[in-house]
């Protein structure tokens, strides 16, 4: 089945650096990614998607990767912040399969100020 | 805010009790989602409903029991639950692929 994996459980980073946050996924025919921030206490919120024809796409402070030929999938978030200490899943799906999402276990990212 | 509001955020259930986590959304999505998620574990989809009509059950127990009556409303009722159980229940909506999720409701069976 569907396996979509975080390479790092946990991640502490200085405040002012730049995290990089990876992730694997199995299947050859997902085609749509999304990467979700999730604070204590709050579900998890949805950061920055891409879809399997690009390779990068640039947001606010935050840049997704993706190497399909490897099936890998990355994060980075740069001028890391105390905010952005929070727990990072990656999710992916293929299509047909009627909006079913696959998701990480999840990256605990800590910023020491 | 997310517009998606999930009550309680708490309950603590014994396994004889029957309960109902509830779900409203405000966003005027067509699709509604329940997830599980436990510690160290990936998120896991219980069960869609597109329009009010159930499109998906992931294999979930029948203790667990659903309910869509209306496009901004999610129930899910719960019926002699196990201690393993316990975890976060977590509703999400789309409209298209982007997944909106509540706080959650922490579930704890004793």
């Known amino acids: 089945g569907e396996s979509v994996g975080l390479h790092l459980p946990t991640l502490s980073v200085q405040e002012g650096d730049n995290s990089i946050i990876n992730c694997a996924y199995s299947n050859s025919a997902s085609d749509y990614f999304i990467w979700y921030k999730q604070e204590s206490g709050k579900g998890p919120q949805f950061i920055i998607d891409i879809r399997s024809n690009m390779d990068k796409r640039q947001g606010q402070r935050v840049t997704v990767l993706l190497n399909k030929t490897v099936k890998h999938l990355s994060l980075q978030i740069a001028a890391t912040q105390p905010g952005d200490s929070a727990v990072y899943f990656c999710?992916?799906?293929?299509?047909?399969?009627?909006?079913?999402?696959?998701f990480g276990t999840g990256t605990s990212l800590t910023v020491i100020p | 805010e997310t517009g998606v509001t999930q009550t309680p955020r708490h309950l603590v259930m014994g396994m004889t009790n029957k309960k109902s986590l509830k779900c409203e959304q405000h966003?005027?999505?067509?699709?509604m989602y329940w997830y599980k998620q436990s510690a160290k574990k990936p998120l896991e989809l219980m069960f869609v409903y597109n329009f009010k009509e159930q499109t998906e059950n992931n294999s979930v127990p029948s203790r667990f029991s659903p309910e869509c009556p209306n496009s901004s409303h999610l129930f899910l009722h719960l019926h002699t639950l196990q201690p393993e159980d316990s975890a976060l229940y977590l509703c999400?909506?789309?409209?298209?692929?982007?997944?909106?999720f509540g706080s959650g409701t922490q579930l704890s069976v004793l």
């Open positions: 966003l005027g999505h067509n699709a």
């Open positions: 999710a992916d799906s293929y299509p047909n399969t009627g909006n079913q999402f696959y």
């Open positions: 999400a909506s789309s409209q298209d692929e982007k997944l909106f």
